[in-house]
Structure formats: C-alpha cells, structure tokens
C-alpha cells in the first residue's frame, strides 16, 4: 500500500513538472506581439496600449470597448508615438493620453 502512494505521489509531481510552464528547471518567460516603429517584435513586456485592426482605433488596456474586440483583430503598441505613427487614433471612450500611469 506504501508504495502505491509513494508512486502515485511521484506519478504527480512528474506530470505536474511536464505540464508547468518549467523547462529545464527554468521557468519560461512570457512573449508578447507588439508594434514598435512600425515593425510587429517580439517583447517580454506587455504593450500599453491595445488597438482594433479594422477601425485603426487604439485605446488602454482596461477600455471595456477593448475588452470585447475580437482577439484575432487586436493589435498591441508599446508607446503612444507607434500607435499614432501607424495610423490609428484614440478611444472616444477611454481617452488614452501619451503619459498615462495605470
């Protein structure tokens, strides 16, 4: 019966490495999507503003109209200059302002 549960608790914990975001022993860091000078790059910070592809419109990412856009339209900027120099205006609703803090 010991060994049931000595085996049983190994079987977890092996499943629980495998399936962790833990590779190697190290554990992996989150890659973003985001434009920055024009160019679409790979970053491990977050965008700080979120645009809608099909009306070029960019807003905070805590705009409830950003919020229910569809995922495969959204577009992410790093600063408020990329967004602008890629055509998109702001939010009517949100306001974004190029030193937003939140």
């Known amino acids: 019966m ?21 590779k190697g022993g190290v554990m992996a860091k989150k890659i973003y999507y985001v434009i920055k000078n024009g160019q679409k790059i790979k970053s491990y910070v977050p965008g700080r503003y979120a ?3 099909t009306g070029k419109i960019f807003g905070r990412l805590d705009c409830k109209s950003g919020k229910r856009m569809k995922k495969e339209n959204r577009v992410f900027f790093l600063t408020w200059k990329d967004a602008i120099a890629s055509g998109y205006r702001p939010c009517k609703k949100c306001k974004p302002t190029p030193n937003d803090k939140y």
């Open 51 to 53: 645009g809608w592809k």
């Open 2 to 22: 010991r060994v049931f549960f000595i085996a049983l608790l190994l079987f977890k914990v092996y499943t629980f490495y495998i399936n962790s975001s833990f």
